[in-house]
């Protein structure tokens, strides 16, 4: 097995858990695009809440401007090089409740059009022989370019709800390659420990 890679967490706040390897490996269901040990994290608006549930939630799409953390800026969480910068797709609706089945329906087509409609608006971090890949980025929040030098904590960019996403979130995954197609998946840990499904990590 690949070593696990220490990183610290790409942002400050409150962020709920999602598709945790703590809980099962691959830990959003499959290995394609080395994704096993990929993690999410949901940023939080008050309780356990992303945004007020409202009539709306349950039956109709939401403007990602309605979640609590749509913009929440994102920090890298190495100290590396930036190697791919990508942030000129657009930020779609979001879809819990009743959407979110008619949205889970379309998950193939995007998985059929490749890594780009996956993950969105993302940045690759190059550093200690590993790639670490933030995606679902907000269009053109991107603060860093290919080629520059990042120090952890710094900020790269803002949380969005672009590519494969329900509502603005963070994918997170380490890779042993640029290429997502040709990689491994790397397990990743934060600070030594690796947060489970709904743990609340505060920052």
Request: with cysteine; charged share 15%; proline share 7%.
């Amino acid at each position: 097995m690949i070593a696990a890679m220490d990183i610290a967490y790409p942002f400050a706040g409150r962020w709920l858990v999602r598709n945790s390897p703590a809980n099962r490996v691959p830990s959003h269901g499959t290995r394609r695009l080395a994704t096993s040990y990929a993690i999410d994290f949901v940023p939080l608006g008050r309780g356990r809440s992303s945004a007020p549930l409202t009539l709306q939630t349950l039956f109709l799409p939401e403007r990602p401007e309605r979640f609590a953390g749509f913009g929440q800026e994102i920090l890298a969480p190495v100290a590396g090089t930036v190697v791919a910068v990508h942030d000129t797709e657009d930020d779609h609706d979001a879809y819990r409740g009743l959407p979110s089945s008619g949205y889970a329906l379309t998950q193939g087509r995007r998985a059929g059009a490749g890594w780009p409609a996956l993950a969105g608006n993302h940045i690759f971090i190059e550093a200690g022989g590993n790639v670490v890949a933030l995606c679902h980025l907000q269009r053109g929040s991107a603060r860093v370019r290919p080629g520059q030098a990042v120090a952890v904590g710094a900020i790269i960019a803002s949380c969005g709800n672009s590519g494969n996403s329900t509502e603005p979130h963070l994918h997170l995954q380490v890779i042993d390659d640029r290429s997502v197609e040709r990689a491994r998946a790397v397990p990743v840990t934060f600070g030594g420990e690796l947060p489970v499904n709904g743990e609340i990590v505060s920052v």
